[in-house]
Every structure is written in C-alpha cells, then in structure tokens.
C-alpha cells in the first residue's frame, strides 16, 4: 500500500484505534475523511451470558452489535469497490480481531461478527486479485481502548505501540497484519484454538456468571 499522497476514509476514526490510524495517515501526508455513526467508539463489544441475554425482548439490543460490526463494514465495501476498481490504485482495509480466530466466551456475537469480517475480507482479496484494488486485513489483539465501555480493556497492549505496530505491517507490504497475540492466533491450529478457549473459559467463568 501506497503510505503517503492518498485519500483516505476512516470510519470511526473520531476515538481508538481509527483516530490513532487517522493521525499516523495524516502525519504521512495523505488527506483523512473520518465519519461515524455516533460521537463515541464506534465499535461494539458486548460481554453477556447467553442464558441471562433474553434474545425475545431485547433482540434489538444485541443486533445493534451485528449492524455495526458486520453489516457496516460489508456494505461500504460492496459499496466503495465498484468505484475503487475504475482507480489506478485502491485499498481496502477491514479490521477485525485476534476474537475472529480464538472466540472469547464472554463476548460471542462480537466474535462471531469479526469471524464473519475476517471471512468477507479474504473472499473480497480473492475477488479483486486481477483489479487495481489491494485488500489488507488488520488483526488487533485487546488494545487500550474504551472499546465495550471505559475500563474494560485498559489490560490492553498500548494504543500507539499497536499502532505504530500495524503500519510498520502496512510499509512492509503485509495483506494480513496482526499484533502480539493476534499474530500468534492468526496462525493457531484447530487443536492450538479449542486449548486457548478451554483456557480463556477456565480462567473467565467467574465473570461469566456475573454477567
């Protein structure tokens, strides 16, 4: 990917990982459009207990997080694509989450929307092959953010080393870029990927049960 002389649109870029991305492509040279749905992070990550979640009545709740974690990001693409592939050069870039490989019990559904991206985002690269369009995928790992509310991920690898981490990806060239853990479950086995949810479960459950 071109780093510099770019235009660019970041949406939810006005917190977290999209407003330290902003700044880096700005710093680079390139002309950043930010856009969102609400002035806060404008990715969702909901910790629940499936047995306690009453899918009946508070259905609309839950596919709030399927909406903006899923369905935004698949209809931008399938909308900006078609224009993109009358450029010279394009990029797509998604992200989704070291959650898309190793599922967390405590958040399924933001696991499985980022499960679906990471599928999405390799259909769409094998798609666009023989186009001018370049599709990367970013896989971050528990970033300290206020991502699912303030507080929840302050255990997180810091922002601009993340960051900082991920364009250092993007200058070498990378389709798919991940970080600490993320890069690791990028590359699990099946048997790696049921260890590490036995795992996340055992050492998880007593908050389960307080959700």
Do not use: H
């Given at each position: 990917m071109r780093l510099s002389g770019n235009t660019i649109l970041i949406t939810g870029g006005g917190s977290g990982i999209g407003l330290a991305?902003?700044?880096?492509?700005?710093?680079?040279?390139?002309?950043?459009?930010i856009c969102g749905r609400r002035e806060e992070?404008?990715?969702?990550q909901q910790r629940f207990s499936i047995l306690k979640a009453d899918a009946r009545d508070n259905w609309s709740y839950f596919s709030k997080e399927i909406r903006t974690n899923m369905e935004a990001t698949i209809h931008l693409s399938?909308?900006?694509?078609?224009?993109?592939?009358?450029?010279?050069?394009?990029?797509?870039?998604?992200?989704?989450?070291?959650l898309a490989f190793t599922p967390a019990m405590f958040a399924p559904v933001y696991s499985a929307t980022k499960a679906a991206i990471h599928s999405f985002t390799m259909s769409l690269r094998h798609?666009?092959?023989?186009?001018?369009?370049?599709?990367?995928?970013?896989?971050?790992?528990?970033?300290?953010?206020?991502l699912g509310g303030a507080g929840l991920h302050s255990q997180g690898v810091p922002l601009d080393a993340f960051a900082d981490g991920i364009f250092k990806g993007l200058e070498e060239g990378q389709k798919e870029i991940g970080y600490g853990t993320s890069?690791?479950?990028?590359?699990?086995?099946?048997d790696e990927i049921d260890e590490t949810g036995t795992r996340m479960y055992n050492l998880m459950k007593d908050m389960l049960d307080k959700l």
């Open positions: 991305f902003a700044e880096r492509f700005i710093n680079q040279g390139n002309q950043v459009i992070n404008a990715g969702i399938m909308l900006f694509a078609p224009l993109f592939a009358e450029k010279e050069k394009a990029t797509i870039i998604n992200v989704t989450s070291g798609q666009l092959t023989d186009s001018s369009i370049e599709v990367i995928e970013v896989v971050p790992p528990a970033v300290n953010t206020d890069a690791k479950a990028m590359r699990m086995s099946r």
